[in-house]
């Protein structure tokens, strides 16, 4: 009996062990237990942290970093992220989770600890709702309250120390400038969600805000003014109240956007505030979508230029929002799983979403535990006044400024940069042709002394932009970034682009300092935002069409106002011909007199030195100051999306009587500009050239072998059946134009969607209705851009 007692004792025994372990993998076994990595790691650097939150939602369904919120831009019913949403805590011990909230139609992201440890901020969009707004929820998943509403995206908030809240906002009512989805930029509010304000000018993104130990803010800044649209997107800081806007980390060297950068904090009993040190997501390239990236430790301390100092944590590159606790020890988010990570990116998972989540992507997994407040940074605003002021100490101190002589440059240029309302394409067209993707306008100039010193007074919360002049008003250098101050904001800077760690040359004090602030002096009989054909095509046709024409084609260039496909034929041959120099999408910090008017043949060809052509000051002032403002086509953002139209040339025709000489080029004939004249088809090159002069063509193509004079022409005259099929290419492109019409052509109407977000952001009447309505898209784009003008609050 007692064998077999013991028997049925030992049986019953194994058979609860088995019970026991399918009820530790059903419930969760303890992380710490399945995680050896963890277990360390909570009797060292997360002593005190029992539990963690992390958000789990519908990954985006856009391919870029930013396009997670909001709608596509042709389509308001198109939204950018997918259908699920989950706050939930984990027990690192127990391997208990906890949902906090669970919405399967809804969405969850940027969850953010209180520093009471007893709520969590983080944005939501209800199931029922288009837009992700701000809400608190107690730690124990009681008391969840709204604290922001409206008809835009409240993202990415963290608690300040005063007790306010920062976080990203799409209230700025922009696009991408080179995408279809919108902008979100640095906002702050009270703890309720009352008082939203904007403490950011920038018509790009913002991201991922987060405070250091010093009382700044840290965060991603995007923007390309005169640079690459895909190449800028570093760490920026900001003071809270949006003052002191610098360069944190990484903004000189091209590629890498990044995101989701936190401290990292010293060892427990250290008496330090902090390392110096940051985590960060360096997502490859141009950012791969929901911030994925490799971890990566950032130390400031040798500069922001220094890229040394960016050291990768391990080989892989699809991690998210890490978070460190020490420089060995990291929590990180990848696909469905939770991970601990140590410094040499080495990682075990201690969480696997199932059940219901399974279908979700887990994020930002953050510890709740008390934690101290940062330094608070007094409040330098002054909200009653309009205006802030720069301090330039010296502006021929800086990078890749040689050759540049003391008391070279007499003025500055004052542009700004404006914010697009919608956007159609990944590239800038139609705004320009391989420049600016915005808009700038026009502000004046404000003079440098001949110290090289400057001051003086501009417009608060607005994206400005420099061009250093000389004595012939000719640019010297461009900022090739942006700047902005805050109301009664007092800022200053050592140069132009000068390094970070370095101190000014100064000998004594700033002439410009002996006197007011200088107001920026605008031009006069000059528009705010120049327009091709308005502006400067009449030039054109006053002193350059006489020779530049399709009949006399000097230098085979013609500077005639006839439309092609996207743009007129003179805009396009001033810009593809290389007569304007500009940025071109390119790296940042080139070198004095490399773009700009000093650098544009066009001003050469204007200045009577070719064919006598002399322009009056006037002419020469608008031409000039065209080129300094990124030499833009249309001057209004109605312009976008409308007036593009395909030609269709009959490729047939093409192969067989153009491809013996144009083998190369018979495939971009229809992506050619001149190639077809959609004002008068029968001046089109693609017509005009193979064309005998006898009946009235360019006589420039011969069949192969035979030189002109020997030998007639492609086109002998215009009853050619191929002539006749080429025409009627661009005869139903230019049809199509017609109907369609471009923003120079009378009785234009801007695009739908254009006029349905102006509605929206009440730059037209919520009664505007575009079949009965007349519209002034000038006037539109101006109401716009003067809707984020600072208008002072007197006290």
């Given at each position: 009996?007692?064998?077999?007692?013991?028997?049925?004792?030992?049986?019953?025994?194994?058979?609860?062990?088995?019970?026991?372990?399918?009820?530790?993998?059903?419930?969760?076994?303890?992380?710490?237990?399945?995680?050896?990595?963890?277990?360390?790691?909570?009797?060292?650097?997360?002593?005190?942290?029992?539990?963690?939150?992390?958000?789990?939602?519908?990954?985006?369904?856009?391919?870029?970093?930013?396009?997670?919120?909001?709608?596509?831009?042709?389509?308001?019913?198109?939204?950018?992220?997918?259908?699920?949403?989950?706050?939930a805590a984990l027990n690192l011990r127990t391997g208990k989770l906890r949902v906090l909230l669970d919405?399967?139609?809804?969405?969850?992201?940027?969850?953010?600890?209180?520093?009471?440890?007893?709520?969590?901020?983080?944005?939501?969009?209800?199931?029922?709702?288009?837009?992700?707004?701000?809400?608190?929820?107690?730690?124990?998943?009681?008391?969840?309250?709204?604290?922001?509403?409206?008809?835009?995206?409240?993202?990415?908030?963290?608690?300040?120390?005063?007790?306010?809240?920062?976080?990203?906002?799409?209230?700025?009512?922009?696009?991408?400038?080179?995408?279809?989805?919108?902008?979100?930029?640095?906002?702050?509010?009270?703890?309720?969600?009352?008082?939203?304000?904007?403490?950011?000018?920038?018509?790009?993104?913002?991201?991922?805000?987060?405070?250091?130990?010093?009382?700044?803010?840290?965060?991603?800044?995007?923007?390309?003014?005169?640079?690459?649209?895909?190449?800028?997107?570093?760490?920026?800081?900001?003071?809270?109240?949006?003052?002191?806007?610098?360069?944190?980390?990484?903004?000189?060297?091209?590629?890498?956007?990044?995101?989701?950068?936190?401290?990292?904090?010293?060892?427990?009993?250290?008496?330090?505030?902090?390392?110096?040190?940051?985590?960060?997501?360096?997502?490859?390239?141009?950012?791969?979508?929901?911030?994925?990236?490799?971890?990566t430790i950032v130390d400031p301390g040798a500069g922001p230029d220094n890229r040394a100092f960016a050291?990768?944590?391990?080989?892989?590159?699809?991690?998210?929002?890490?978070?460190?606790?020490?420089?060995?020890?990291?929590?990180?988010?990848?696909?469905?799983?939770?991970?601990?990570?140590?410094?040499?990116?080495?990682?075990?998972?201690?969480?696997?979403?199932?059940?219901?989540?399974?279908?979700?992507?887990?994020?930002?997994?953050?510890?709740?535990?008390?934690?101290?407040?940062?330094?608070?940074?007094?409040?330098?605003?002054?909200?009653?006044?309009?205006?802030?002021?720069?301090?330039?100490?010296?502006?021929?101190?800086?990078?890749?400024?040689?050759?540049?002589?003391?008391?070279?440059?007499?003025?500055?240029?004052?542009?700004?940069?404006?914010?697009?309302?919608?956007?159609?394409?990944?590239?800038?067209?139609?705004?320009?042709?391989?420049?600016?993707?915005?808009?700038?306008?026009?502000?004046?100039?404000?003079?440098?002394?001949?110290?090289?010193?400057?001051?003086?007074?501009?417009?608060?919360?607005?994206?400005?932009?420099?061009?250093?002049?000389?004595?012939?008003?000719?640019?010297?250098?461009?900022?090739?970034?942006?700047?902005?101050?805050?109301?009664?904001?007092?800022?200053?800077?050592?140069g132009c682009h000068e390094p970070r760690t370095t101190a000014g040359r100064l000998t004594g004090k700033?002439?410009?300092?002996?006197?007011?602030?200088?107001?920026?002096?605008?031009?006069?009989?000059?528009?705010?935002?120049?327009?091709?054909?308005?502006?400067?095509?009449?030039?054109?046709?006053?002193?350059?069409?006489?020779?530049?024409?399709?009949?006399?084609?000097?230098?085979?260039?013609?500077?005639?106002?006839?439309?092609?496909?996207?743009?007129?034929?003179?805009?396009?041959?001033?810009?593809?011909?290389?007569?304007?120099?500009?940025?071109?999408?390119?790296?940042?910090?080139?070198?004095?007199?490399?773009?700009?008017?000093?650098?544009?043949?066009?001003?050469?060809?204007?200045?009577?030195?070719?064919?006598?052509?002399?322009?009056?000051?006037?002419?020469?002032?608008?031409?000039?100051?065209?080129?300094?403002?990124?030499?833009?086509?249309?001057?209004?953002?109605?312009?976008?999306?409308?007036?593009?139209?395909?030609?269709?040339?009959?490729?047939?025709?093409?192969?067989?009587?153009?491809?013996?000489?144009?083998?190369?080029?018979?495939?971009?004939?229809?992506?050619?500009?001149?190639?077809?004249?959609?004002?008068?088809?029968?001046?089109?090159?693609?017509?005009?050239?193979?064309?005998?002069?006898?009946?009235?063509?360019?006589?420039?193509?011969?069949?192969?072998?035979?030189?002109?004079?020997?030998?007639?022409?492609?086109?002998?005259?215009?009853?050619?059946?191929?002539?006749?099929?080429?025409?009627?290419?661009?005869?139903?492109?230019?049809?199509?134009?017609?109907?369609?019409?471009?923003?120079?052509?009378?009785?234009?109407?801007?695009?739908?969607?254009?006029?349905?977000?102006?509605?929206?952001?009440?730059?037209?009447?919520?009664?505007?209705?575009?079949?009965?309505?007349?519209?002034?898209?000038?006037?539109?784009?101006?109401?716009?851009?003067?809707?984020?003008?600072?208008?002072?609050?007197?006290?």
């Open positions: 009996m007692s064998v077999w007692r013991d028997g049925i004792g030992r049986g019953l025994a194994a058979a609860c062990m088995v019970v026991l372990c399918c009820v530790g993998v059903l419930c969760g076994a303890s992380p710490a237990a399945r995680s050896p990595m963890l277990a360390r790691a909570l009797d060292g650097p997360m002593a005190g942290v029992n539990e963690i939150v992390f958000a789990a939602r519908g990954i985006g369904r856009d391919g870029h970093w930013y396009a997670n919120f909001g709608h596509w831009v042709s389509d308001p019913n198109r939204m950018m992220y997918r259908e699920g949403g989950r706050l919405d399967p139609r809804g969405g969850v992201r940027d969850p953010q600890v209180h520093y009471d440890a007893d709520k969590i901020l983080f944005s939501y969009r209800k199931g029922s709702g288009k837009h992700y707004h701000l809400y608190e929820i107690n730690v124990d998943g009681t008391g969840l309250r709204q604290l922001t509403d409206g008809p835009q995206d409240d993202i990415e908030p963290t608690y300040l120390p005063d007790g306010e809240i920062i976080f990203c906002s799409s209230r700025v009512n922009r696009y991408v400038q080179c995408w279809f989805t919108q902008v979100a930029v640095l906002h702050r509010c009270g703890p309720d969600g009352k008082n939203v304000r904007v403490i950011s000018a920038n018509v790009e993104q913002d991201n991922t805000p987060w405070m250091l130990p010093d009382g700044r803010v840290l965060f991603m800044r995007w923007e390309y003014v005169d640079r690459s649209r895909v190449r800028f997107h570093h760490l920026w800081t900001i003071n809270p109240d949006g003052t002191g806007q610098m360069v944190y980390f990484g903004n000189m060297y091209p590629g890498t956007v990044m995101l989701d950068a936190k401290p990292i904090p010293p060892r427990p009993g250290s008496g330090q505030a902090g390392t110096g040190k940051v985590v960060a997501s360096f997502s490859p390239g141009h950012g791969r979508r929901e911030h994925e990236g490799g971890v050291r990768r944590v391990g080989r892989e590159s699809n991690w998210r929002d890490p978070y460190a606790f020490s420089e060995d020890c990291f929590l990180a988010a990848r696909g469905r799983q939770v991970y601990i990570m140590d410094g040499r990116g080495r990682a075990e998972v201690i969480h696997t979403a199932s059940g219901k989540a399974a279908r979700l992507e887990l994020h930002e997994p953050r510890p709740i535990r008390r934690r101290p407040r940062e330094e608070r940074i007094p409040d330098r605003t002054d909200w009653s006044r309009a205006n802030g002021r720069l301090i330039l100490a010296d502006v021929t101190h800086g990078r890749n400024m040689g050759g540049v002589k003391p008391g070279e440059i007499k003025k500055l240029l004052i542009l700004e940069t404006l914010p697009k309302p919608v956007n159609f394409s990944g590239t800038m067209e139609p705004i320009s042709l391989g420049g600016t993707f915005t808009l700038p306008r026009v502000l004046g100039t404000v003079p440098v002394e001949p110290d090289g010193s400057a001051y003086f007074e501009v417009p608060a919360l607005r994206p400005l932009f420099f061009v250093a002049l000389d004595e012939n008003d000719l640019s010297v250098k461009r900022m090739q970034s942006f700047v902005s101050v805050m109301p009664g904001e007092a800022t200053s800077c050592v700033l002439a410009a300092m002996a006197r007011e602030p200088s107001p920026i002096r605008p031009f006069e009989n000059v528009p705010q935002v120049f327009d091709f054909p308005r502006d400067i095509q009449p030039i054109l046709d006053r002193h350059c069409v006489k020779c530049h024409n399709y009949r006399k084609y000097a230098g085979k260039v013609s500077l005639t106002g006839d439309r092609g496909k996207i743009y007129s034929h003179a805009y396009y041959n001033l810009m593809s011909r290389g007569l304007v120099a500009h940025g071109r999408d390119a790296n940042g910090n080139i070198p004095p007199r490399k773009i700009g008017t000093s650098a544009s043949r066009l001003m050469k060809k204007i200045d009577g030195s070719h064919n006598k052509v002399r322009l009056s000051a006037h002419e020469r002032r608008m031409i000039r100051l065209w080129i300094e403002s990124g030499a833009p086509y249309p001057g209004t953002y109605a312009a976008l999306g409308t007036g593009m139209v395909n030609v269709a040339l009959d490729g047939r025709v093409l192969a067989r009587r153009c491809a013996a000489c144009h083998r190369n080029d018979v495939r971009r004939w229809n992506k050619w500009e001149p190639a077809a004249n959609l004002t008068r088809p029968d001046k089109s090159l693609v017509l005009l050239a193979p064309l005998s002069k006898a009946a009235g063509g360019l006589d420039l193509c011969r069949p192969k072998g035979k030189p002109p004079g020997k030998t007639g022409a492609v086109f002998a005259d215009r009853s050619d059946a191929d002539y006749r099929k080429l025409l009627a290419g661009v005869l139903a492109a230019k049809k199509r134009l017609d109907q369609i019409k471009r923003f120079d052509m009378p009785g234009f109407v801007p695009n739908r969607h254009y006029l349905r977000e102006m509605k929206a952001y009440g730059a037209l009447p919520a009664s505007f209705d575009p079949g009965k309505d007349r519209v002034d898209p000038y006037r539109v784009d101006e109401t716009y851009w003067r809707s984020f003008w600072h208008r002072p609050k007197h006290r």
